[in-house]
């Protein structure tokens, strides 16, 4: 695997297609972070407006994906490309789609937050603010990682979704423990569950994108290692 | 090897024919070696060095852009470059041990071990059949039965036998290009060849007959070690599991035709397959 970088495509068509799928990859990946950005201001603020916009822009998002489809499809048909080309392609199709989950995750945390808003608040809310802080700087790092190409960035990704995941059992072991002392409260404990499930998914679709943005720098396969 | 230049051999009765065939074995790993081999147009270095060694029966695809020297080490292979005047090289190509350049090979018998189909089909102002049996005329054989078996066993192998079995005796000139491309390679196995040579055999053919010749490529390397050169990379990702790129002479890099198109290894490769030049 070389490291040099290689100058532009003797088609101007090709870089202009290649440059559209990534913009629209970008763009997608813009308006998910904005997105999540809505439904956590929803879940602190306790205003249902935020959750709304959350929910309701999920379907631009969703158009995005088929057009991200719909854009590397072509760009295979019309150009054919082959090794880094067709990595980036292959590549950005898939990150689409784990954009999308992404997407799906702030509109289910949004969900939640709106039965949580139906309640007084609970000061345990907050032993989701590290498992928030943390699925949104994943999910910021791995966007950066193919905006940047950055491989390194990508792979230290990878362990910082078994952090995510130790927090997320910690918050859930907490909010049980919780349950069991204070049973009026349970749906909305039940509801924080979800939400901190959430963004553990979260971190695993980040992961998702930061192994294809590996692949698509370094042609290398980093999915299902040590497992 | 020698350096001197190599004038067109004529056939004698003391030149001994290169073999081929007795004891290789399939897969054998350095079936044509290529080492260190220059090849000259008068003062002009068309090759620098060059060391490749290619397996028996598989697909082998060269690739680069116009002028890297990939045409001039295929004709090498039989020695078709030394109908040009002027020519000289350096260096050595063996196959199956031996040196094509041993002044003991008849230069001749060379090439009906070593078929070659080119870019623009050149088939024989003649009937089908008698294209396909020219190869055996012209090395003594007269026998009729012999004719006709090697007649339809070649067609059948380059797939063409059901499209034509009822107008062998018409002139060839009547047929489509890409049956005429096909019949030059049953013309050009008609002499059981080790080796089938092919220089751009598509680039005048449409997309089906492309296809067609590609099939049969696939299928004739279970007989034939085929080297073929070809400008088409998706033609050289489909047919070939060896691929060598050269550029301006020198062989880049020789890999697994997946690896080169996936992740070679070097830039200039990845350059050219990804059309940044060439």
């Avoid at chain 1, 090709?14 to 559209?20: C, E, S």
């Amino acid at each position: 695997m070389h490291t040099e970088p290689s100058r532009p495509h003797t088609l101007s068509d090709f870089t202009t297609a290649l440059d559209k799928l990534r913009g629209s990859v970008l763009t997608m990946a813009s308006l998910t972070k904005k997105n999540l950005q809505n439904a956590i201001q929803g879940l602190f603020e306790r205003d249902d407006d935020f959750c709304n916009h959350s929910i309701a822009d999920d379907e631009e998002i969703d158009l995005l994906e088929i057009q991200i489809d719909r854009e590397g499809i072509e760009v295979m048909s019309r150009f054919q490309p082959v090794a880094k080309d067709l990595r980036e392609v292959i590549s950005s199709i898939k990150i689409g789609a784990n954009i999308e989950r992404v997407a799906d995750q702030a509109v289910n945390i949004a969900r939640r937050a709106r039965k949580l808003n139906e309640h007084p608040e609970l000061p345990e809310l907050h032993l989701l603010d590290p498992v928030i802080k943390l699925s949104l700087e994943m999910f910021e790092d791995a966007i950066r990682s193919f905006a940047e190409r950055n491989a390194s960035l990508a792979v230290e990704l990878k362990a910082r979704d078994k952090s995510l995941d130790r927090l997320n059992k910690e918050v859930t072991d907490e909010l049980i423990n919780r349950m069991q002392d204070d049973s009026t409260n349970l749906p909305a404990y039940l509801n924080m569950i979800f939400i901190s499930r959430c963004l553990e998914r979260i971190g695993d679709h980040s992961a998702n994108i930061a192994e294809d943005v590996v692949f698509a720098v370094r042609a290398e396969d980093i999915r299902h290692l040590g497992k | 090897m020698s350096t001197e230049e190599h004038p067109i051999q004529i056939p004698n009765s003391t030149a001994r024919p290169l073999e081929l065939t007795d004891d290789f074995s399939p897969g054998e790993t350095n079936f044509i070696k290529v080492d260190n081999f220059k090849f000259f147009y008068g003062k002009k270095e068309a090759l620098h060095g060059i060391n490749l060694e290619i397996p028996s029966r598989r697909v082998i695809s060269f690739i680069g852009p116009s002028g890297c020297g990939k045409s001039t080490l295929l004709r090498n292979f039989n020695r078709m470059n030394e109908l040009i005047p002027g020519v000289r090289h350096e260096g050595d190509i063996t196959i199956h041990g031996t040196s094509i350049f041993d002044p003991s090979v008849e230069v001749i018998a060379l090439r009906r071990r070593i078929g070659m189909v080119f870019q623009k089909s050149n088939p024989f102002p003649m009937s089908i059949y008698e294209n396909i049996v020219y190869p055996l005329r012209i090395a003594g054989q007269g026998d009729r039965s012999v004719h006709d078996e090697t007649v339809e066993r070649c067609l059948c192998s380059a797939a063409l036998w059901d499209e034509v079995k009822d107008r062998l005796h018409d002139s060839a000139l009547g047929l489509s290009g890409g049956q005429m491309q096909r019949l030059c390679i049953a013309r050009a196995i008609a002499s059981s060849p080790e080796i089938l040579l092919m220089d751009e055999p598509c680039s005048a053919l449409d997309p089906i007959a492309t296809a067609k010749v590609e099939e049969l490529i696939i299928e004739l390397k279970k007989d034939f070690t085929i080297v073929i050169v070809t400008h088409n990379m998706q033609q050289a990702s489909r047919v070939s599991e060896l691929t060598a790129f050269f550029y301006l002479g020198n062989l880049v890099e020789f890999d697994e035709t997946r690896k080169i198109f996936t992740n070679p290894s070097k830039l200039q490769t990845e350059e050219y397959i990804t059309g940044r030049f060439g």
